[in-house]
C-alpha cells in the first residue's frame, strides 16, 4: 500500500453519527430477519417517504449531474478514462452501491472519493448536511430490489465500526507534537512552531506537504528546527494527525485545502 493510500484510509472521518441518525428516523422494520451466511439481522427498516422525497430533491439538485437523473450512472462506467479515473457510477440496482454499508456510503459523500484512484467525485461535507446525505442515502435504497435492499442492511448491520480517525489523530498529536505546538494546537508553545489550527496558516498546504513537513522536517531561521518524525511516526500515525488537524480548521479552510489538494500534484521523487 503506498503513502497516498495509507493516507486516505487514515483521514477518512467516522460516521457513526450520521449512521445513528439515518438509523433513527427509520420507520419501524417489518417483515422477517435478514439472514445471510447464517447471521441474522433484524428486519429491513421501512423508508419513510418524506425522508425519500427530501433525498429525491437533493439528489437532484447535487448529484444528477455526473450520476444522471434516473441514477443510471455513466455510460461505460466500468471502463477506466485515460486519467485513470472511472467515470460516475449508476446508484440504482444495477450498479455496485448496494454492496457498501451505510458508514462507507456516508463517508464517501462526506469525503469525496478515493484520491488514490483520482477519482472526481468531490466531497460534499461543506455542502449537505449530516441528515441530507443520509436522505440522499434512503432515495438510493427506495430505487433498490428487495436482494438488494437486504444485502445492504444485512452488510451496514454486520460491518465493523470504523475508528476515529480525529480521535486517534489527537492522541498522537498530543503525545510528539503538542509539546512545541501546544496542547490546542494552539502554537509557539516553543518558538517558532506555529498554530496548526484555523489562527494561521497550515491549511494554505496541500496534504502531501503536510505530510512532508511531518516525515522530514522543515527548515527554520530559528535555532529550534522542526523535527523529523519518519523515524518516529508510521505513514498511518502522520495521516491520523493531519486528519486531526484538519478538524481545527473552519469549513471555509477545510474546502480551500480541499481544492488545493485538487490542483496540487505530488512531486515525483
Given at each position: 500500500m503506498n503513502r497516498q493510500s495509507r493516507l486516505w484510509i487514515v483521514a477518512r472521518l467516522t460516521v457513526s453519527i450520521m449512521l445513528t441518525v439515518l438509523l433513527a428516523r427509520c420507520s419501524a422494520p417489518s417483515g422477517a430477519p435478514v439472514v445471510i451466511n447464517g447471521t441474522a439481522v433484524p428486519p429491513v427498516p421501512t423508508l419513510d417517504p418524506g425522508r425519500v422525497a427530501r433525498g429525491a430533491a437533493l439528489y437532484a439538485q447535487h448529484c444528477a449531474a455526473c450520476h444522471g437523473a434516473n441514477l443510471e450512472g455513466a455510460s461505460d462506467w466500468k471502463k477506466r478514462l485515460p486519467d485513470g479515473s472511472l467515470p460516475p457510477p449508476p446508484h440504482g440496482s444495477s450498479g455496485h452501491t448496494w454492496h457498501h454499508p451505510d458508514a462507507l456510503l456516508l463517508n464517501i459523500m462526506t469525503q469525496g472519493g478515493d484520491p488514490t484512484s483520482n477519482s472526481k467525485m468531490p466531497p460534499f461535507r461543506d455542502k449537505l448536511t449530516q441528515e441530507e446525505m443520509a436522505a440522499i442515502l434512503d432515495f438510493f435504497k427506495s430505487r433498490w430490489g428487495k436482494q438488494e435492499r437486504e444485502f445492504q442492511w444485512w452488510i451496514t448491520m454486520t460491518a465493523i465500526?470504523?475508528?476515529?480517525?480525529?480521535?486517534?489523530?489527537?492522541?498522537?498529536?498530543?503525545?510528539?507534537?503538542?509539546?512545541?505546538?501546544?496542547?490546542?494546537?494552539?502554537?509557539?508553545?516553543?518558538?517558532?512552531?506555529?498554530?496548526?489550527?484555523?489562527?494561521?496558516?497550515?491549511?494554505?498546504?496541500?496534504?502531501?506537504?503536510?505530510?512532508?513537513?511531518?516525515?522530514?522536517?522543515?527548515?527554520?531561521?530559528?535555532?529550534?528546527?522542526?523535527?523529523?518524525?519518519?523515524?518516529?511516526?508510521?505513514?498511518?500515525?502522520?495521516?491520523?494527525?493531519?486528519?486531526?488537524?484538519?478538524?481545527?480548521?473552519?469549513?471555509?479552510?477545510?474546502?480551500?485545502?480541499?481544492?488545493m489538494n485538487q490542483r496540487s500534484v505530488l512531486p515525483t521523487p
Open positions: 465500526p470504523t475508528p476515529d480517525p480525529v480521535a486517534l489523530g489527537r492522541e498522537v498529536f498530543a503525545s510528539h507534537c503538542a509539546r512545541c505546538h501546544g496542547a490546542q494546537a494552539e502554537g509557539h508553545a516553543v518558538e517558532p512552531a506555529p498554530a496548526l489550527d484555523a489562527s494561521e496558516h497550515a491549511w494554505h498546504h496541500p496534504d502531501w506537504q503536510l505530510h512532508q513537513f511531518i516525515r522530514d522536517g522543515k527548515y527554520s531561521l530559528s535555532p529550534v528546527q522542526m523535527p523529523a518524525f519518519a523515524g518516529k511516526l508510521s505513514d498511518e500515525q502522520v495521516g491520523l494527525v493531519i486528519a486531526y488537524i484538519k478538524s481545527l480548521w473552519t469549513d471555509e479552510q477545510r474546502l480551500s485545502q480541499e481544492d
